[in-house]
């Protein structure tokens, strides 16, 4: 599976640090180190909490002194860790940020020292801490889809499936806000479906109070290139009829998602149009659904059917002749409402009056021509 890119946040899961104070440190009397290692905006932080003791043994201005060891994935890492100094009574919290670190498990072992000056001679104490767990997960992405080869982008069609799984594997509690759905909600990966409907929508990965984020946009179609596949026949060659039929590849756009999942149709109107000899024709108004694959593809049937070559005769000679055939496209969005992202897909017939042959065309984001052919029997 491949990984996500860098942008997306990281999750920290930490445990809390333990005091060595209460557990017999040899510190001055009162005096407490507890170091914890946090996660703040998606940033591994050391966190020392130092309550100085009475006024006998408070620990004096500077008085702290850090090591910090970060081991784990064949590391050894010796952060500078860099503290103000300590002042006044009571407790204080000092934070120094950790190096940033790839996805796995980690201990961080801290070893703290303190000075205080009882009776005015200064006094050293330190300890080494038990080992802090700290896990840096993150989420990884791959699209259900094989097509576009990208298969960790966050950019993705209406409707299309992601799996998302979080390394290093952990049990995590999953949700989705902004749009779509995930199943299953809890485990190491879960499949999130984009809505139908455009949107930016965030997949959540939580675990011991901390969240994972993977943001996903989300787009419908906006467009369709086209391409000749090849003409077809409409009978045996002849003089009688007119008419012609071509198959196109259409791939819907854009081409760095996938509409899989998106359900299509053509809503066709209907036309109305008078031949050069006078006689009215109509194609009636229809509903064709349709879909693609993974790569947005689909193939689509342009055909005039046959009418008499005696159409385009206009009592003195036969005349060239076309008429259009509107196809507006549509996607069913979230809602269930027919969205129309196509309006002026065109589908024109042409007829030649010279040699009565004729030819179709797909006028949509580009323009895919057949060939001439006919007449026919």
């Known amino acids: 599976m491949t990984t996500c890119r860098l942008d997306l946040n990281l999750m920290l899961v930490v445990l809390f640090g333990v005091s060595l104070s209460a557990m017999g440190c040899p ?4 005096a407490k180190v507890v170091p914890e290692v ?5 940033t591994a932080q050391l966190l020392l909490s130092v309550e100085r003791g009475d006024e006998d043994y408070k620990i004096t201005s500077g008085g702290v002194q ?24 009571g407790e204080d919290q ?80 999953w949700s989705a806000t902004g749009g779509g759905t995930v199943s299953p909600s809890t485990g190491n990966s879960t499949t999130f479906t984009a809505s139908k409907s455009p949107s930016t929508s965030i997949v959540h990965a939580q675990v011991a109070g901390a969240d994972c984020t993977v943001t996903f946009t989300v787009v419908a179609p906006d467009g369709m290139t086209t391409s000749l596949a090849s003409d077809g026949s ?27 999942k998106v359900e299509f149709q053509e809503n066709i109107p209907g036309e109305s149009y008078t031949w050069p000899d006078g006689t009215g024709g109509t194609r009636p108004s229809a509903i064709v659904p349709w879909g693609v694959g993974f790569d947005n593809k689909t193939t689509d ?16 000679n036969y005349v060239d002749f076309t008429y259009g055939v509107r196809v ?14 196509l309006p002026g897909e065109n ?31």
């Open 38 to 42: 946090i996660c703040a905006r998606g």
């Open 94 to 173: 000092y934070v120094t940020d950790l190096p940033t670190l790839g996805p796995g498990r980690y201990e961080v072992t801290v070893s703290a020292g303190v000075t205080s000056s009882p009776g005015g001679s200064p006094v050293t104490k330190s300890a080494t801490f038990p080992p802090l767990p700290l896990t840096v997960p993150k989420v990884d992405t791959e699209t259900v889809a094989t097509t576009p080869s990208n298969r960790s982008r966050t950019k993705i069609g209406i409707g299309e499936e992601v799996v998302c799984s979080v390394l290093p594997a952990m049990s995590v509690n």
């Open 328 to 341: 507006p496209e549509e996607y069913k969005n979230e809602g269930g409402t027919w969205v129309r992202w």
């Open 234 to 260: 409409l009978g045996s060659p002849g003089t009688n009829n007119i008419g012609a039929k071509s198959f196109s590849d259409c791939y819907v756009l854009p081409n760095d998602v996938s509409f899989y």
């Open 27 to 30: 510190y001055p009397s009162g």
């Open 301 to 316: 049937t342009v055909s005039s059917g046959l009418d008499p070559a005696a159409r385009i005769f206009n009592g003195t």
């Open 66 to 89: 850090v090591d910090c060891v970060i081991r784990g994935g064949g590391q050894e890492i010796r952060p500078p860790p860099v503290f103000p100094p300590i002042t006044g009574p």
């Open 347 to 377: 589908h024109p017939r042409d007829y030649r009056g010279s040699d009565r042959k004729a030819r179709t065309k797909l006028e949509a984001s580009d323009t895919a021509i057949g060939g001439w052919m006919g007449p026919w029997q």
